[in-house]
Nanobody, 125 residues
């Protein structure tokens, strides 16, 4: 079992930055692959970024590559998403996801077993 709690969302102007955090707890949290998805109103949940359980591999959606950076601190069981050069189209609820027993989370949200409650990110133009 893995419990996930996100924080760090908010309102920012276009071009600004935010850092999201996802604190994991539970027996399998330190060895779980983790990542971020987002869901805008009226749209499906989409993959944003992922990091392997060991932290040695990262993956990004094309829409955020070069602007977002995912990292993890296994001593704190926390994953971060640093978001720079934010655009209005980045506005969404951001969800942390975890998947145990795999090197990486699935790009298909239905395949990931654990989710946080979500944190709102709003980018104004």
């Amino acid at each position: 079992q893995v419990q996930l709690v996100e924080s760090g969302g908010g309102l920012v102007q276009a071009g600004g930055s935010l850092r999201l955090s996802c604190a994991a707890s539970g027996r399998s949290s330190s060895s779980s692959a983790m990542g971020w998805f987002r869901q805008a109103p009226g749209k499906e949940r989409e993959f944003v970024a992922a990091i392997s359980w060991s932290g040695d591999a990262t993956y990004y959606a094309d829409s955020v590559k070069g602007r977002f950076t995912i990292s993890r601190d296994n001593a704190k069981n926390t994953v971060y998403l640093q978001m720079n050069s934010l655009k209005p189209e980045d506005t969404a609820i951001y969800y942390c996801a975890a998947r145990t027993g795999y090197y990486r989370i699935s790009y298909d949200p239905r395949q990931n077993g654990y989710w946080g409650q979500g944190t709102q990110v709003t980018v104004s133009s």
